[in-house]
């Protein structure tokens, strides 16, 4: 295994046509593995297919807090259903969680208390989607007694919340946000939080890194973030790839 993207939503649309061209490049750059999250029930089988067509792609499945209200209660039967029929290169539950800014947080929470639930139930470690919500989702997962491994997806919180959460057994999932020098206190917790608790991703074709357009972001360019987080840390850029491949084997069951 080389470098992994941990959260990448190689399914959408805007990558039609053009998957093994960008595969390519990716392993080329030295990624050898792509993590592909699904959002909704109705996508599910699209991540499924998108993962299983070609080497190095794997998949988790889970219900956003943007699109709960698109589901009924019986979807989260249909959902552990998934899971627990699903292929070996399905390796989490997700993306699940909470998000302040988009939709209402006591309609989101019952879904991910109920997500936190079947992951625990199946053994499988969470992806999770927290906007603004850090001290809500440490709380929860707390509450919950939740013991499997955590990716906290996309984290740009306080250095506080980051260590909480690691307290917690999350893992801190660093994307492109850490490209831009205006993200100064994302970067400054980033560098502060221990190694062993950092994963990477892109979140493409969101995310973008500075220099890429919005909505245009892909795997390729999991170097480049890579390269910013060995700029803001101290150790030695050898050590920082070893321990992020070790963190990434830790979080996710590999088949």
Same mark, same amino acid.
């Given at each position: ?111 991910? =208390?109920? !997500? ?5 139930? $199946? #053994? ?6 927290? +906007?603004? *919500? /850090? ?23 306080? =250095?506080? !919340? ?5 307290? $917690? #057994? ?6 492109? +946000?850490? *490209? /831009? ?33 919005? #909505? ?40």
């Amino acid at each position: 295994m080389g470098l992994v993207d941990a959260h990448c939503h190689f399914d959408f649309s805007v990558f039609d046509g053009r998957r093994e061209e960008i595969l390519a490049r990716v392993r080329a750059a030295g990624v050898s593995d792509i993590v592909i999250p699904g959002v909704r029930r109705r996508d599910w089988e699209r991540v499924e297919k998108t993962a299983l067509a070609q080497a190095g792609l794997h998949y988790c499945l889970g219900i956003h807090p943007w699109y709960v209200g698109e589901h009924v209660p019986e979807d989260l039967d249909a959902l552990r259903d998934f899971l627990s029929t699903a292929s070996p290169r399905c390796v989490a539950l997700g993306e699940c969680g909470l998000d302040r800014l988009k939709g209402n947080l006591s309609e989101q929470q019952p879904w991910f =208390e109920a !997500q936190i639930a079947i992951a625990q139930e $199946l #053994g499988l470690p969470l992806v999770v989607h927290s +906007v603004k *919500t /850090h001290d809500e989702v440490a709380a929860t997962l707390k509450r919950k007694r939740f013991s499997g491994p955590v990716l906290i997806h996309g984290f740009s919180g306080s =250095e506080e !919340q980051g260590r909480k959460l690691v307290q $917690l #057994g999350c893992f801190i999932g660093i994307g492109g +946000v850490i *490209t /831009h020098e205006r993200a100064r206190k994302t970067r400054a917790t980033v560098a502060a939080l221990p190694l062993e608790s950092l994963v990477a991703e892109t979140d493409a074709p969101d995310m973008a890194p500075a220099g890429v357009l919005k #909505g245009r972001n892909s795997p390729e360019y999991l170097p480049r973030i890579i390269d910013a987080l060995a700029e803001l840390r101290s150790e030695p850029k050898g050590v920082l790839l070893a321990a992020l491949e070790v963190n990434v084997r830790r979080l996710f069951p590999w088949p």
